[in-house]
């Protein structure tokens, strides 16, 4: 029973600690780990996905909920089943599992509350769920992916925002504190299977990297389980659980040096984004020149002149991450990246073919009209569209009822 637990124990710390190298996120401190994930794991990857799965891979760069990324877990955990059954086998093991493990329980804590904190500042601060572009709010619900569809809702409420982000940074400065882990611990664990729930619920695609955040949480609280039972069953108490730099660092100002080198990493790689943009509250940051939304009035077709009702194309939208998107009378969307040539003062349509169009545009600031002006299979089309006051719809305005009379 003892040999199956330490097993399971070795198994479970060594995977995490493979998880936590090579599972590759964006970090500004250390950009390269995609790039090094890849040149360990992705020729592995690729032999893996052929001979045990039947799976042709086009590329094997790990991203989330990408095919790749499923593959890497499985022969982390592989690996992880190998690695735990060798050192079971080594006698040394035995005498320093206890504290080697303890020593990965301390990194895993520090990790958990960087993620933590990079994810509460980012609700914080609307960068998680950021406003609903024009385009979005202008699609019929019913055609929406449920996915943008939660993202959508989540980003029209800054308060929610506030609240689930200070929920998050808080477990993180809970955990951080040996006194208060096992509080922030069960805080943290609540939190993020209210976002496992959510992820797989709307079919948001961070699925596995949000059951591994939940996994690693529930491996730290395992030392706490019969504190927590004691406490809700029980009158019994039982001695506190100290885990800390303290216990592998001696020297009490060496142990208080690391421990705030540590925290001071975790809060710069946290607001490093926020402080380097200066952009503290997504809602009101800058967005691109004519961003938003305009409603087509008139389209010019060679010769032609079409009305409003007449005309395939009725809005087009500026998108924030310089698109822009086109939607026809049946809502369909089609974008296009945005970009400036700054030499002919023209706009240059770029589509998934990595076809170009040159645009010309022309802004009317007191008619607040926009006109497109473009060429297309030798016929000239202009099109001329009113911008729209996308931020006084329904679903954007800044409204809260304490009763609901005249709410309707």
């Known amino acids: 029973m003892q040999k199956g637990y330490s097993l399971c124990r070795t198994v479970a710390a060594v995977f995490l600690l493979l998880c936590i190298l090579f599972i590759p996120l964006p970090f500004y401190l250390f950009p390269f780990q995609e790039s090094i994930t890849d040149v360990v794991f992705g020729g592995v990857i690729d032999k893996v996905a052929r001979l045990f799965f039947s799976i042709q891979l086009t590329n094997t760069k790990v991203y989330s909920d990408s095919t790749s990324m499923y593959l890497l877990v499985f022969v982390l955990a592989f690996l992880s089943l190998l690695a735990g059954i060798l050192l079971n086998t080594i006698g040394r093991w035995k005498q320093y599992e206890n504290r080697i493990l303890q020593f990965f329980s301390l990194l895993f804590c520090y990790y ?33 992916d449920k996915d943008f569809l939660y993202w959508t809702s989540m980003g ?49 695609s961070v699925k596995l990297y949000s059951l591994f955040l939940l996994s690693l949480s529930l491996y730290l609280l ?26 592998f660092i001696k020297n009490p100002f060496w142990a208080i040096f690391l421990k705030c080198f540590i925290t001071g990493i975790i809060l710069f790689e946290s607001l490093y984004p926020y402080i380097r943009h200066r952009n503290f509250n997504d809602d009101v940051a800058g967005r691109p020149y004519l961003h ?58 770029t589509d998934y073919q990595q076809r170009q169009i040159q645009l010309a545009f022309n802004y009317q600031a007191a008619d607040s009209l926009l006109t497109l002006r473009y060429l297309k299979d030798s016929t000239t089309f202009q099109l001329m569209g009113k911008m729209l006051d996308w931020k006084k719809l ?10 609901v009379d005249g709410k309707w």
């Not at 939304?293 to 079409?306: F, H, K, P, S, W």
Request: aromatic share 14%; hydrophobic share 45%; proline share 3%.
């Open 292 to 349: 938003g939304a305009y409603e087509v009035r008139q389209m010019i077709a060679g010769a032609d002149t079409l009305l409003a009702k007449d005309s395939p194309i009725q809005r087009f939208f500026i998108h924030r991450d310089n698109f822009l998107i086109f939607q026809n009378q049946a809502d369909e969307m089609q974008d296009y990246k945005l970009t400036y040539d700054k030499e002919r003062h023209c706009w240059i349509l």
């Open 222 to 247: 395992a030392p706490y389980y019969r504190r927590i039972y004691t406490f809700l069953f029980t009158q019994r108490d039982l001695p506190a659980i100290r885990t800390d730099i303290t216990r």
């Open 112 to 144: 958990l509350i960087l993620m933590l904190m990079k994810y509460g500042l980012d609700k914080i601060f609307k960068a998680q769920f950021y406003l609903p572009e024009p385009n979005i709010l202008y699609t019929r619900l019913g055609q929406i």
């Open 156 to 204: 029209t409420s800054r308060l929610y925002n506030i609240i689930t982000g200070s929920v998050e940074v808080l477990a993180a400065l809970l955990i951080l504190f040996k006194r208060t882990r096992m509080t922030g611990l069960l805080l943290a664990a609540a939190s993020l299977v209210q976002v496992v729930a959510i992820n797989f619920g709307f079919d948001i």
């Open 394 to 403: 329904p679903l954007i305005r800044k409204t809260f009822h304490w009763t």
